[in-house]
């Protein structure tokens, strides 16, 4: 008979998880990266359309469809003893459709302590709580390193066009921004990924603009334009991943974030 551990998982759900799990299905690309850097290649058994690293393994693996629009009958068809989602990042109705007959332990991350405290959960339930320790303890290390300016620079961080869309104060971006020392100039603590105007881009008057390179792929033209709409803001290409991604992507992100202020500062 196989053991069990009972867990609880972001939502406040109690499930009974067989541990360690052999058959982890991932639903987001990051996790997908992360259960490899817990040591788990030969349990992780698919992988979204979207997952991109670790490279020259993962595309071995059956492919389940976006984050949003997960292939469930294929996951079915896999069998799994663990599926790992986020309440954000998957699609509610696919997910309630499996909790029906797999386990299935949903995150919810919107700041820095929680990405590090998802990380330490996700090793208790894989049985890689060492691995899991490591990596937050580095993060840790990399993050204080960050140089932080007596004053917080404003900053508006984009991730779609037509609609403009930022991100709100209410986001695990927004947590990243603040570690760099950024000041989001949209006020409301609740507010989430609202559209914006070129009137209202205006009136916020960021003094930084960052043009992530995810959901909406912003590139140099995308530049430009929002230049013309504020002459006086620095506008700034981003690696969208290194703000959003909130497993062990964070080991890379903290010298990312280093030197993407040293460029700020001489510009």
Not at 78 to 87: K, R, S
Not at 240 to 258: D, K, P, T, V
């Amino acid at each position: 008979m196989a053991d069990f551990i009972t867990v609880t998982d972001d939502l406040g759900r109690e499930l009974n998880i067989p541990f360690p799990p052999k058959r982890i299905v991932p639903a987001v690309p990051s996790t997908t990266e992360f259960l490899f850097d817990l040591g788990l290649e030969g349990k992780v058994i698919s992988r979204t359309k979207f997952c991109r690293y670790p490279k020259g393994k993962i595309e071995r693996l059956p492919n389940i469809g976006g984050p949003k629009n997960l292939y469930v009958d294929k996951i079915d068809l896999l069998n799994p003893d663990l599926i790992l989602v986020n309440e954000e990042e998957n699609n509610k109705a696919q997910v309630e459709a499996l909790m029906e007959s797999f386990p299935v332990y949903v995150s919810k991350v919107r700041n820095y302590e929680e990405a590090l405290q998802n990380i330490l959960n996700t090793g208790k339930i894989t049985g890689t709580e060492p691995k899991a320790f490591e990596i937050t303890n580095k993060i840790r290390a990399n993050f204080a390193k960050i140089p932080k300016g007596e004053k917080p620079v404003k900053v508006l961080y984009m991730v779609w066009r037509n609609p403009y869309m930022a991100v709100g104060r209410n986001s695990f971006v927004n947590s990243m921004l603040e570690m760099c020392g950024f000041e989001n100039v949209l006020a409301d603590p609740h507010g989430r990924y609202p559209n914006l105007s070129e009137e209202q881009l205006k009136e916020l008057n960021p003094e930084l603009v960052l043009l992530s390179s995810e959901p909406y792929p912003f590139e140099e033209s995308n530049k430009k334009e929002i230049e013309a709409i504020l002459p006086d803001a620095k506008i700034e290409l981003v690696d969208g991943e290194m703000f959003s991604w909130y497993e062990s992507h964070m080991l890379q992100a903290a010298n990312y974030f280093i030197n993407l202020i040293k460029k700020i500062k001489t510009e």
